[in-house]
């Protein structure tokens, strides 16, 4: 099931006076059994990739989408490496952590370039620009996805709702299908463990995974 406005099936707000935390925690599973697997292992899959092929993953949002970026990419850069080993390193990069350049940008043109013009200094075609918008109508982070795909990025997104405009700009998009801000928030959170778990997992078990395909176990 999807999300429809009309139809109701994603209406997770409030409906009685005596609201509770186990009503928001009902509606939190119904919406988690509504997300569509695949997709999310088939993020996995292109920054599983992308750390094989030493392409870059850019992350961004705004708010507690902002948060979530620095948390996916510190668990992507940080969560497979070890002190002082030899092992490859993830290069992530979350764009919402240099406020003098975020600052700088917002002051001098406007709040909507702070992420785009980031991208403009860094991005290579193939890098990996991972977008996160509950909305998924942030106008900075749609710039950001119009600057990323014109500069031949492959575009992720996480957002909520219907998917808002982004979702027509991302190459893999996953849509919480819910109209309550709190939730979608709590399950892009999910989601990015979801998928770092798994990457970690076959980053550690390469040798074993090769070893099963290479005898047709």
Not at 4 to 24: F, M, V
Not at 93 to 105: G, H, Q, Y
Not at 126 to 147: F, M, Y
Request: aromatic share 6%; with cysteine; hydrophobic share 45%.
């Amino acid at each position: 099931m999807r999300y429809d406005r009309a139809a109701g099936n994603g209406n997770c707000d409030p409906t009685s006076l005596d609201y509770s935390a186990r009503d928001y925690l009902e509606a939190h599973g119904r919406v988690l059994a509504q997300l569509r697997h695949a997709e999310i292992d088939q993020i996995g899959v292109e920054l599983l990739r992308a750390y094989e092929q030493g392409r870059k993953v850019y992350l961004l949002g705004n708010g507690g989408s902002a948060s979530l970026a620095s948390h996916f990419a510190c668990d992507l850069a940080k969560g497979i490496a070890t002190a002082g080993g030899r092992r490859q390193r993830f290069q992530a990069i979350s764009l919402t952590d240099n406020t003098a350049v975020l600052t700088a940008w917002a002051n001098d043109t406007s709040y909507d370039q702070v992420f785009a013009e980031q991208l403009r200094n860094v991005v290579r075609p193939t890098d990996i620009v991972v977008a996160i918008s509950a909305s998924g109508n942030s106008p900075n982070v749609l710039l950001a996805l119009e600057v990323a795909r014109e500069l031949e990025a492959f575009n992720i997104g996480l957002t909520g709702f219907e998917g808002g405009k982004m979702k027509a700009l991302c190459d893999l998009c996953v849509v919480v299908p819910c109209d309550n801000m709190q939730i979608i928030e709590d399950l892009h959170v999910g989601i990015a463990h979801a998928i770092f778990t798994v990457v970690r997992w076959r980053i550690l078990n390469r040798p074993f995974i090769e070893l099963v395909h290479a005898v047709g176990i």
